[in-house]
């Protein structure tokens, strides 16, 4: 039970914080990309 509250609780918190995280979570999602494209290429040589 205490995990479907949670659940209930993250989703309306979500709504509210994506508005805030939503950017960051792209530059986030860019980084990891640039990351891995970057190990990619080094691994390369």
């Known amino acids: ?3 479907l509250k949670s659940n209930k609780k ?3 918190h979500l ?4 508005k805030k995280m939503g950017k960051t979570h792209v530059y986030i ?3 990891m990309i640039v990351i891995g494209i970057a190990i990619g290429l080094y691994r390369m040589q």
């Open 10 to 12: 993250l989703k309306s």
């Open 29 to 31: 999602l860019l980084g």
């Open 1 to 3: 039970m205490s995990k």
């Open 15 to 18: 709504t509210i914080e994506e």
